[in-house]
């Protein structure tokens, strides 16, 4: 009896033994499989953009960035947005076209963005327009070729429910807003610069960009606004380079043929690009220091440039990007939005504040 009583005994002592342990084990190995689930879960593309702040750069000034304010997450922004650019063949295009697609992908990741190039051609441009209308897109961001001709195709893509946003030019027909600096500005500025070098004395040939675009127009506007006060500045010749490059170089060469050493005292080109084209026909010419390079867009190479002592001012003219797909996450989101978002454009860059801003564009 004493025998099955120990042995009785013993079994319920192991049976305790075991029973605790397995509840130690089990204890453990909850704590194992729930530790996880105190981290941080795993960020998806939406968590991250709802947890990023939207950078509006620069030269966004204080009413820039309140008409800009998104109040939605960044996150809950879905719909279809078709941005048509007018040319991607010169390198303003072609940075605009990624910077907006990056800042697309960064910020609204259930955005989805339609891109179209132009190709300077409004015509090809308004065929874009409607195919953005057949996809049904919500929002449309507009670069337009010129400011008339895609009149009509922004007509019909309001008259679908579509709502536009016009950057970097403008267009004649009403539209939800209008994100750009003032290039009547732009060219006042940069032409006052000029002005002040030539010590209001000198013969200024100008490169204009393309016909019938808002900034070719309002650009010329503003250097005959700076130069008006000076009757010994005189403009002796203009003429269209499209925006290009090596157009640009061909016109200055031929003006260089026009008009012998010492009758140029300075070139105003509506951009860098052209400003580049026409140095490199006046460094083949030999006459970079007879004449001085004055330009607008402010990109990295005038930049450069001016570094290198080839060109002698630019004016910033602020790339609207991301400005313009944030005016889009807002409309999508039915927020209001001003009816022009002014970006800065009076910087002027020379040789004595260049360290302060290289860099800060594109």
């Known amino acids: 009896m004493k025998v099955k009583r120990l042995l009785a005994s013993i079994g319920l002592t192991v049976s305790l033994i075991l029973t605790a342990a397995c509840s130690n084990g089990s204890a453990t190995n909850n704590k194992e499989s729930t530790a996880p689930a105190a981290d941080a879960p795993k960020q998806t593309a939406a968590t991250a953009a709802a947890s990023v702040k939207i950078e ?82 919500k929002v449309i961001i507009i670069n337009a070729v010129e400011k008339d001709a895609l009149v009509p195709a922004i007509e019909r893509a309001k008259k679908a429910g579509i709502k536009v946003i016009s950057i970097d030019r403008t267009v004649n027909t009403e539209v939800g807003t209008t994100i750009k600096s003032d290039d009547i500005e732009l060219g006042t500025a940069v032409g006052k610069q000029l002005v002040t070098v030539l010590n209001g004395k000198g013969r200024v040939i100008e490169i204009q960009g393309s016909p019938g675009a808002s900034p070719t127009n309002d650009r010329h506007e503003g250097l005959m606004r700076a ?119 009076a910087v002027v860059i020379t040789k004595e504040n260049i360290d302060k801003y290289n860099h800060t564009t594109y």
């Not at 922004?77 to 010169?90: C, R």
């Not at 179209?116 to 409607?130: F, H, T």
């Not at 602020?318 to 978002?341: D, Q, R, T, W, Y």
């Open 227 to 345: 130069v008006k006060d000076s009757p010994d500045i005189k403009i002796i010749a203009s003429q269209y380079a499209n925006y290009n490059q090596s157009d640009a170089m061909k016109v200055m060469e031929d003006f260089l043929q026009r008009f012998s050493k010492g009758e140029v005292d300075a070139v105003f080109a509506q951009d860098d690009e052209m400003a580049q084209g026409a140095i490199q026909a006046i460094k083949a010419s030999g006459r970079l220091n007879e004449i001085k390079v004055f330009s607008t867009h402010g990109n990295q190479t005038s930049f450069d440039s001016i570094i290198k002592g080839e060109t002698t001012a630019t004016g910033v003219y602020a790339m609207p990007s991301p400005m313009g797909v944030v005016a889009a996450a807002k409309a999508l989101a039915g927020e209001p939005l001003p009816s022009f978002i002014k970006l800065d454009s």
């Open 56 to 137: 509006l750069g620069k030269y966004c000034g204080k009413e820039c960035q309140d008409g800009l304010t998104l109040k939605a997450s960044p996150d809950s922004i879905k719909g279809k947005v078709g941005f048509a650019i007018a040319s991607l063949g010169f390198s303003y295009g072609v940075s605009l076209k990624s910077l907006t697609e990056e800042a697309a992908k960064k910020y609204f990741p259930n955005m989805e963005l339609l891109v179209g190039d132009g190709q300077g051609d409004p015509n090809v441009q308004s065929n874009i327009v409607d195919d953005f209308i057949s996809k049904g897109v």
